[in-house]
C-alpha cells in the first residue's frame, strides 16, 4: 500500500494536517503511528482507512477489506450489542456466528444482550474493535486500541494482531499508552509537520517538542519516508539466533501467534504448497 504526496485539510480555510505525505507499508507490516498531540495521527488513520479523501496526493494498492476500529466508539446508538454487530455483520457480508467467537474472545460475550448506551467506555471500545475484526481485514486501522480495555484484553490484542499480520494484513495502530512498543518488527512512523517519517528501532519520538503541529501553510514538498519492512528486526543486547522450525500448516498461525505474544520476532519463510 503506497501513500504518495499525501496533502489534506478539513476545508479551504482550515490549516494542512499533512503535505506532500509519503508511506509504504507491506503485507504483514505493524506500523505505530506516533507523533505530538495533534498532529495528525487520527486524521493520518482515517485517511489510510478511506474515510477521508486526500486534498491532493494519492493512496494506492489499498488492501479490499479495512477495519478500522476509532479511538471513540459512537455509543449513543438505540441498539443492543448484538443487534449492532448483527447489522454490521451484513453490511460486511461476514457470517454472523463470528461475533460470537470475537466477542468470546475479546471478553464480552456477557454484554450481547445490553444497550449500546449502557456499555462502559472499555466495553464500547471493545464493540468497536469486534466491528473491524469479525471480517478477516486486509488492513487494520486501530485508533488508540487499548484505552480503556481490561488486562486481559490488552494482553489478547497483541496476539490478535501477530496473527493477522502472520497471514499477511497491514495492521496501524496508534497507541499513546505503548502497549505495542515491544511488538517484534513493529515499524514507527512519525506525523510531525506535516510529514510522516520513519523512526529508526529505539528512536523516541519527542511529544513534547513539536514546533508547528498545524499550521495555514500549503503543500511545499514536506518529507517523505519510503523504506522496505523487515519482518526480524528485534534487537537484544545479548544477540539474536535465527531459529528455524519446520511446523505442519495447521499449526503455524497458532505457533506464530504464541512465539510474537512471547516477544519473539517470527518470519514464515514459505508459504504452504497449496
Ligand atoms: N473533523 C475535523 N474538522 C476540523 N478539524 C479537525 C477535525 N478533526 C481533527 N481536526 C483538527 O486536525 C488536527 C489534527 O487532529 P488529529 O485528531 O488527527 O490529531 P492527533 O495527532 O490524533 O491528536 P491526539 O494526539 O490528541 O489524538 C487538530 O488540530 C484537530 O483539531
Same mark, same amino acid.
Given at each position: 500500500m503506497r501513500v504518495t504526496n499525501l496533502s489534506f485539510r478539513y476545508?479551504?480555510?482550515?490549516?494542512?494536517?499533512? /503535505?506532500?505525505?509519503?508511506l509504504t507499508l507491506s503485507p504483514g507490516d505493524v506500523t505505530e503511528i506516533v507523533g505530538p498531540n495533534g498532529t495528525g495521527k487520527s486524521t493520518l488513520l482515517r485517511l489510510l482507512a478511506g474515510l477521508l479523501r486526500p486534498s491532493t496526493g494519492m493512496i494506492a494498492e489499498r488492501p479490499d477489506v479495512i477495519g478500522y476500529a476509532p479511538e471513540r466508539f459512537p455509543a449513543a446508538q438505540p441498539f443492543t450489542v448484538t443487534a449492532y454487530l448483527r447489522h454490521m455483520a451484513a453490511v460486511q457480508g /461476514?457470517?454472523?456466528?463470528?461475533?460470537?467467537?470475537?466477542?468470546e474472545r475479546l471478553g464480552m460475550a456477557h454484554l450481547l444482550r445490553h444497550p449500546l448506551p449502557d456499555l462502559s467506555k472499555g466495553s464500547a471500545h471493545k464493540v468497536g474493535l469486534v466491528q473491524a475484526l469479525m471480517r478477516e481485514p486486509g488492513l487494520l486501522i486501530l485508533d488508540e486500541p487499548f484505552a480503556g480495555l481490561d488486562a486481559a484484553t490488552r494482553a489478547e490484542l497483541p496476539r490478535i494482531i501477530g496473527e493477522i499480520s502472520t497471514r499477511g494484513g497491514?495492521?496501524?495502530v496508534s497507541d499513546h499508552q505503548g502497549d505495542l512498543r515491544s511488538f517484534p518488527g513493529l515499524r514507527r512512523h512519525e506525523v510531525r509537520n506535516r510529514a510522516i517519517s520513519e523512526l529508526s528501532t529505539g528512536e523516541a519520538h519527542s511529544p513534547h517538542t513539536a514546533t508547528?503541529?498545524? /499550521?495555514a501553510a500549503g503543500p511545499v514538498g514536506a518529507a517523505s519516508s519510503? /523504506?522496505?519492512a523487515s519482518p526480524v528486526t528485534a534487537?537484544?543486547?545479548e544477540g539474536v539466533v535465527v531459529l528455524e522450525v519446520a511446523v505442519p500448516v495447521s499449526k503455524v498461525e497458532d505457533l506464530a501467534g504464541r512465539?510474537?505474544?512471547?516477544?519473539?520476532a517470527v518470519r514464515i519463510a514459505q508459504e504452504p504448497a497449496k
Open positions: 476545508g479551504r480555510r482550515e490549516p494542512w494536517i499533512l /503535505t506532500e505525505a509519503g /461476514t457470517d454472523p456466528r463470528r461475533i460470537g467467537e470475537w466477542c497491514i495492521v496501524v508547528d503541529p498545524v /499550521t519510503d /523504506t522496505t534487537g537484544s543486547p512465539l510474537r505474544a512471547e516477544g519473539h
